[in-house]
């Protein structure tokens, strides 16, 4: 059983577009969420994470949004470009000291030139 | 890949054969981690260490054992391998418990015939 669900499983995007994953969990435990980004050959990397206690984070052209009550959160990348062209996962988590992540399956995302 | 080595990097086996993968970090991490990825599944995690001797299990940890003998070295074994765990598995490492940041290894490619 998949306790984040992640969408699209691929995404194809212009250059200088805006591309958006979508995910949702159900565990009303998690309370951290983490982004990463995983390029072919590669393992997973930190890109992006948040607490539930705020709405939304950006660091550069990523933002997270997050909704509470919805329990989704999403992953924007703003100015898209070619070597954004990776696979990303979103995770939850919560606090048991050994920081177990949950992953969801993941999107393919290509930036076209 | 934060200091983190995987050994070996590809490994094709035949089923009912044991097998051992070996994730070494120089970080001198605490906690250190096995996912499994595979196509529609995401990561998922198989076993964890937050101390040398001290493992637990993830959410797949059927048909696999760890052990942790130093600081430094984490040691995934299938005992009989099956096709079903033909994947691609990643070592993780990190610094504390929940919130902080897990580092991934490059990955072991295993083919089970």
């Known amino acids: 059983q998949q306790q984040v669900k992640q969408s699209p499983q691929s995404l194809i995007v212009q250059k200088g577009g805006i591309s958006i994953i979508n995910c949702a969990y159900e565990n009303t435990a998690f309370d951290y969420f983490p982004w990463y980004q995983q390029f072919p050959g590669k393992g997973p990397a930190l890109l992006i994470a948040?607490?539930?206690?705020?709405s939304e984070k950006k660091e550069g052209r990523f933002t997270i949004s997050f909704n509470k009550s919805a329990k989704q959160f999403s992953l924007h990348i703003m100015d898209s470009q070619p070597g954004d062209s990776a696979t990303y996962f979103c995770?939850?988590?919560?606090?048991?000291?050994?920081?177990?992540?949950?992953f969801g399956t993941g999107t393919r995302l290509t930036v076209i030139p | 890949d934060a200091g983190i080595t995987q050994s070996p990097r590809h490994k094709v086996t035949e089923t009912g054969t044991p097998v051992t993968l070996r994730c070494h970090q120089t970080e001198n991490h605490r906690y250190m981690y096995w996912y499994r990825q595979d196509p529609g599944h995401g990561l998922r995690l198989i076993h964890y260490s937050y101390g040398v001797k001290d493992t637990d299990k993830g959410e797949v940890s059927d048909g696999y054992s760890v052990s942790r003998s130093k600081t430094e070295d984490f040691l995934l074994t299938l005992e009989s391998a099956t096709s079903s765990q033909t994947s691609v598995y990643f070592c993780?490492?990190?610094?504390?418990?929940?919130?902080?940041?897990?580092?991934f290894g490059p990955g072991t490619r295993l083919t089970v015939l």
């Open positions: 995770a939850a988590t919560y606090q048991t000291g050994a920081n177990n992540l949950f």
């Open positions: 948040i607490r539930p206690d705020v």
């Open positions: 993780a490492i990190s610094f504390s418990g929940t919130y902080n940041e897990q580092f």
